[in-house]
């Protein structure tokens, strides 16, 4: 009874080791492309840390940009390497790294934040377990996240360097356009939502991104036409 | 010969040329009640319609008078069908706007069979449909990719929005496009240029055609701006932008809803002509005559061979021209006012077309036979005291009227806009005084073009220009300067109001003038109305009983009457129409649920589990085995009997990875635990688990959760998954201004509980630790190793006796999972569902949430000691129930009395008297394999002091059901006895 389970899981835990398993098991193979819009969908491993800390607060600010360069602003991403900060909220980022050095870099940012600020509310939390990583590349890209998430996608309001939080469909999320685009030179966007709810979004992202025609509202799309 | 074309063309027929917007060369099938019919690429099933002479509509909706099509537009009061869409569903849309597409259906019940000469026998199944039809049944048309999506949202952000692709709202989008803003222009019908495409005139020195193509060009070129067709907007909304219905062509979805957000809406949605009202002013063959030309010009279809029209004004005489340039014969051209030198009206009378000054069609004639079209009209001499003169009776086939136009505005009076009446064009429009408003989502709003009253060629360029000025200048852009184009029109005399043609004899009727033909809203009615007190639209609706607003097709004659009779001038009737009843929202695509799945659904799909969903989770209800050697499968019960026996007296694993998950971490996060939880927290040591009631100050418990403490400022709360949204606000509003941070951690974490004696078997099995009472008393917690995966350890059973719940990270929970099984195997280890879960619950007595925490409960009410002492004596409280009848479960939620059970059966009579109010409540019932017997949890007013007595109620089914109140709790770990387990 378990063996077509079995079968299934021989692919991805060859891309993922045997240990770390994708969200997608099972459900999705490591790479997918929607027929139509061509929307091409490939998961992704990062190492996510979530920080909770004053990141305003003299003292703090200071005290990450001398470890981990400056933090950016409030709807902003940064990226070098593989490292980047994803600055969501006043008092709220998210610290991108390889996935294994996560622990160590988690334990490197609580001790500057305690150094900074002895004593002071911060919480700093390894939260890649518990993230789906979907890379969403294709012409439909902007108008596929469009259908589902309240966010201005035209290139001019949303490009490089910034990030949003928004449901996509119903979907909680965190996404980017990368500044490394597919191999076509088209677009790419980092989806990061949450493990139980990736098989969902995935599904919603196939079926929006295959949906119809592209209207060619939201310029991005416009590159294909 | 005539007499022969003349039935043949009964109801309209297609000209040999012309049809500025369809391709002769593209013939396309369709289909009225299962008859084949043709048209060609560009019609509208109206125009395909009127061109085969199918013009007949289902009768009227409260008399049941024939109809047939009225109008070429949006506001099209008959010709509503019933269309197949490229699904195969059915939805009533008006002809006039529904594109003309290969192989559409199109049904219409109560047609006449005069209309429906090819339905014969064919018909009947297919209208049967009406009442059967099932959009799923429904094979998709030809062509269709199986994957395409019937309906579709699109959220879209934009600077400017505007609604209306007539010249007004073209030049609108122009000028903001210019002014370098993002504009979203959406035009309802499937080809922009509004009324000037077909009615002609000049802008800038070009034909109208000319500069309508051009302009829409040029948008279309521009990377600002983005057009839409088929688009209709439907409400301006509120934070989530307005909403625009696009039907798109095929392929694509069938509708896509757009979310548009704008900082500013031009509201260019132009005006509707108004019919005339007289006597059976609604036969078939009576069409507006904007309608009668726009069906000439655009589609090359005529209404008729001998057409007569009735008009107020000048504009309407185009189409008189029209048809008879197009080689019709005009029966006469009937005006009320004494005579026009209007440059149209002089151009009729040069072209020696019949006009007949002061003069008013008192009747319109129709043939004697079922659905009988018009055949002549009756004209008489409106006299100065308002009667009329000897009537005439003047042969026609078909009737234009117009009595002038009304802003299209149901958009601006939906967002609260002001209205004034203008006397000199007799409309009812925006009031100029206050030209701009501001929708409840805070986009500024302006009507322009006819819409705005501007309605001659050249205002509505140049008040549209104005409009996407101001709207860019507000949206910060710099506005473009730009001149408006010269337009040429011809030079018109004033309209004349004539809100109601007499009949003959004069006033003696009225039930036959229709008002409204949508809602087959009479003169006599409206009057009626009026005299009782109606002063307003919505106050006529209301005594009538009209289903809806009324629109610009048919408002300002209502509210003409109403003044007529209340002697009321009809601006100030207009200042009072504010914020009229708002267009019906659409109904909303069905939203998109995410489920939730645990990190192991693949390994319980692939072992036999049943489903269930709880919040958003999909969790296993139980696991189905094959029982017994003939290899017959358990059915639920069975299997979660053997579950709930393993729980007791083996070891389960029960996959708690739903449970909601949060940490709590800063100088204040104790006290912020000691807010939300009953019990005080705060004095438990690092290592250390508390469980307790989590609840809203001074609020109903929300379930029990645990808190484990990490160190001095860390902690972790788990909690059922029902309370997962609750506890997240309710922990984030505690946090507020609090020195402590909340992270929902949820999904990082896969959870597992062991339950059952030999759980501490199978740990030694995977780890080297001491797990010995001493090392990990009860409500301790460690971290470890197991089977080599970095985990937490606690030391809990939620269902009693022994039991551990590990939480593992969550991207390594299914191998950890798979690992625990493999050394389980030979300690019997088996997967234990919810259903067995909730009953390990219940016979400890442990309140869950929704059930015992039903909203209303306060912790102290479930047993939280620590919260204000015992519960009081009429509060309802936690109970152990066991029934008389050991084999029989209580059914959940009944009432509960006490006494003889005489009071149930009082209750079930429903005597109001409020001796008879339940006692209590059953929450949570089951049969208890430990026990051998079913039990239940309760809550009962008094609670404890209950304890012992009988109770009575109801089985649902009539019979009488008894059963003793207990301590909610059933059965106790036994170190003595194999199976580990006593009852109390």
Redesign the interface.
């Known amino acids: 009874?378990?063996e077509?389970?079995e079968d299934?899981?021989s692919e991805t835990e060859k891309a993922?080791g045997?240990?770390?398993?994708s969200?997608l098991?099972?459900?999705a193979p490591p790479r997918r492309r929607a027929?139509?819009a061509g929307l091409d969908i490939v998961e992704a491993e990062r190492g996510v840390i979530?920080l909770?800390?004053p990141l305003g607060e003299s003292g703090v600010a200071e005290a990450l940009q001398a470890a981990f360069g400056p933090t950016p602003e409030i709807g902003r991403a940064r990226f070098s390497g593989p490292d980047g900060w994803l600055r969501l909220a006043d008092?709220e980022a998210w610290s991108l790294c390889e996935v294994e050095r996560v622990d160590e870099n988690a334990a490197n940012l609580r001790d500057a934040l305690e150094k900074a600020a002895p004593?002071?509310?911060?919480?700093v939390?390894?939260?890649?377990?518990?993230?789906a990583i979907l890379q969403v590349s294709g012409p439909a890209v902007r108008?596929t996240l469009?259908?589902?998430?309240?966010?201005?996608?035209?290139p001019a309001?949303f490009g490089a360097g910034e990030v949003r939080r928004a449901a996509i469909?119903?979907?909680r999320a965190v996404f980017y356009p990368l500044e490394e685009g597919d191999a076509d030179g088209g677009e790419r966007f980092e989806i990061l939502c949450?493990?139980?709810?990736a098989?969902?979004?995935y599904r919603?992202l196939l079926?929006?991104g295959?949906?119809?025609?592209l209207?060619?509202?939201?310029?991005g799309a416009r590159r294909e036409a | 010969m005539r007499a022969e074309r003349m039935s043949k063309h009964e109801g309209g027929f297609r000209l040999e040329s012309g049809g500025l917007l369809i391709d002769r060369d593209k013939p396309i099938a369709f289909f009225l009640n299962g008859e084949s019919l043709l048209g060609w690429r560009g019609d509208t099933l109206a125009s395909a319609l009127l061109a085969a002479g199918r013009t007949l509509t289902p009768p009227s909706p409260r008399y049941g008078r024939p109809r047939a099509l009225y109008t070429a537009g949006a506001e099209e009061p008959n010709a509503i069908y019933q269309i197949e869409d490229r699904r195969g569903a059915l939805a009533r849309r008006p002809a006039t706007m529904t594109p003309l597409r290969p192989g559409l259906k199109a049904f219409a019940a109560g047609l006449p069979a005069a209309n429906a000469g090819g339905i014969r026998g064919r018909a009947a199944p297919l209208l049967d449909r009406f009442s059967v039809f099932s959009p799923k049944a429904a094979t998709p048309s030809e062509g269709m990719s199986h994957d395409e999506g019937a309906e579709e949202e699109l959220n879209f952000f934009t600077d400017v929005l505007v609604i209306g692709g007539g010249v007004a709202g073209i030049a609108a989008a122009k000028a903001a496009v210019a002014s370098g803003a993002r504009t979203l222009l959406v035009e309802q019908a499937a080809h922009f240029g509004g009324r000037a495409l077909g009615d002609g005139g000049k802008i800038g020195g070009r034909r109208a055609q000319t500069w309508i193509e051009k302009e829409i060009e040029a948008l279309k070129a521009a990377p600002e701006a983005t057009l839409r067709r088929c688009a209709e907007a439907l409400t301006l909304g509120d934070v989530d932008g307005a909403l625009i219905l696009e039907r798109p062509a095929a392929p694509g979805p069938l509708r896509r809803l757009w979310r548009a957000r704008a900082q500013r809406v031009v509201l260019a949605t132009g005006a509707v002509e108004r019919p005339m009202v007289f006597v059976d002013n609604d036969l078939p063959g009576v069409m507006t005559a904007a309608a009668m030309r726009d069906y000439l010009t655009l589609y090359g279809a005529a209404a008729g061979q001998r057409i007569a029209l009735f008009a107020n004004n000048d504009d309407a005489y185009l189409t008189a021209i029209r048809l008879a340039e197009a080689g019709l014969e005009i029966a006469a051209i009937v005006d009320p006012r004494a005579g026009s030198e209007g440059d149209l009206p002089r151009r009729a009378a040069a072209m020696g077309l019949p006009i007949r000054s002061g003069s008013v069609v008192a009747r319109a004639v129709g043939a004697p036979r079922p659905g009988g079209r018009i055949e002549a009209v009756e004209i008489a001499a409106l006299r100065r005291s308002g009667r009329l003169g000897a009537a005439e009776t003047v042969s026609c086939d078909a009737l234009a009227v117009s009595g002038g136009w009304s802003p299209a505005l149901a958009l601006w009076t939906g967002a609260g806009g002001p209205l004034a009446f203008d006397d000199t064009t007799l409309m009812l429009k925006p009031d100029p005084s206050q030209a701009e408003i501001e929708t409840s989502g805070g986009a500024g709003l302006a009507p322009a073009g006819a819409a705005a009253g501007a309605a001659r060629l050249a205002e509505a360029v140049a008040s549209g220009l104005a409009a996407g000025r101001s709207a860019a200048k507000a949206a910060g852009f710099t506005p473009a300067r730009l001149t408006a184009p010269k337009a040429e029109e011809a030079r018109e005399e004033p309209i004349l109001p004539l809100w109601f043609a007499p009949g003959q004899p004069a006033f003696s009727e009225g039930e036959r003038h229709f008002v409204d033909l949508a809602s087959d809203l009479t003169v006599e009615e409206v009057e009626r109305a009026a005299r009782g007190g109606a002063e307003s639209l919505d106050a006529l609706g209301a005594a009538v009983g009209l289903p809806g607003p009324l629109g610009a097709f048919s408002a300002t004659q209502a509210l003409a009457l109403i003044g007529d009779v209340r002697n009321a001038p009809l601006d100030a009737l207009a200042r009072r129409e504010r914020s009229r009843s708002r267009a019906p929202a659409p109904p909303r695509p069905p939203l998109f649920q995410p489920e939730r799945i645990t990190p192991m659904q693949g390994w319980h799909e692939a072992h036999g589990a049943v489903f269930a969903k709880e919040a958003d989770w999909r969790t296993p209800l139980c696991f189905l085995r094959q029982s017994g050697p003939d290899g017959e499968m358990e059915d639920e019960e069975e299997a979660s009997v053997r579950e709930i026996r393993l729980a007791r007296r083996g070891v389960g694993a029960v996959d708690a990875s739903s449970l909601a998950k949060f940490l709590i971490r800063g100088p204040e996060a104790a006290r912020l635990l000691d807010e939300v939880f009953a019990e005080p927290m705060s004095g438990l040591g690092a290592g250390r688990c508390g469980v307790g009631v989590i609840a809203r100050e001074d609020g109903p418990a929300l379930a029990e959760a645990v808190a484990a403490r990490l160190d001095d400022q860390g902690w972790r709360v788990y909690a059922p998954a029902a309370v997962g949204e609750a506890l997240a606000s309710l922990l984030r509003e505690s946090a507020v201004d609090r020195r402590a941070y909340v992270a929902d951690v949820t999904d990082v974490w896969g959870h597992i509980a062991l339950v059952g004696p030999k759980s501490r078997a199978l740990l030694e099995r995977l780890c080297e630790l001491d797990l010995s009472d001493e090392a990990l008393p009860p409500l301790g917690w460690i971290d470890a190793a197991l089977a080599g995966c970095p985990v937490r350890l606690l030391r809990l059973a939620q269902g009693g006796g022994l039991g551990y719940e590990i939480a593992v990270p969550a991207s390594a929970a299914l191998s950890f999972w798979r690992r625990l099984f493999e050394a389980g195997e030979t300690l019997g280890l088996q997967p234990i569902g919810a259903a067995a879960r909730d009953a390990l619950r219940i016979e400890r007595g442990r309140p869950a949430p929704q059930q015992e925490a039903d909203g209303k409960a306060r912790p102290a009410d479930l047993g939280a000691a620590a919260s204000g002492g015992a519960a009081e004596a009429d509060r309802w409280a936690l109970v152990g129930l066991e029934p008389e009848d050991a084999d029989q479960p209580l059914p959940e939620g009944a009432a509960l009395f006490p006494g003889d059970g005489g009071g149930v059966l009082r209750y079930f009579l429903a005597s109001a008297d409020g001796a008879d109010q339940p006692l209590g409540r059953v929450t949570s019932s089951c049969w208890s394999p430990t026990l051998g017997r079913a039990i239940a949890l309760g809550l009962v007013a008094g609670g404890a002091a209950r304890f012992g007595e009988t109770v009575h109620l109801h089985d649902g089914d009539g019979r009488l059901m008894r059963s003793r109140v207990v301590r909610p709790r059933f059965v106790e770990p036994d170190e003595q006895k194999d199976d580990g387990w006593r009852p109390l």
């Open positions: 009874m378990g077509r389970f299934q899981l993922f045997a240990r770390r398993r969200a098991e099972g459900i027929d139509g979530l909770r800390a008092d004593g002071g509310a911060a919480l939390e390894p939260i890649s377990d518990g993230l108008e469009a259908k589902g998430a309240a966010v201005d996608l035209h309001a469909g119903a979907v949450p493990r139980s709810q098989p969902a979004l919603w079926s929006a295959t949906a119809g025609v209207t060619g509202a939201i310029p």
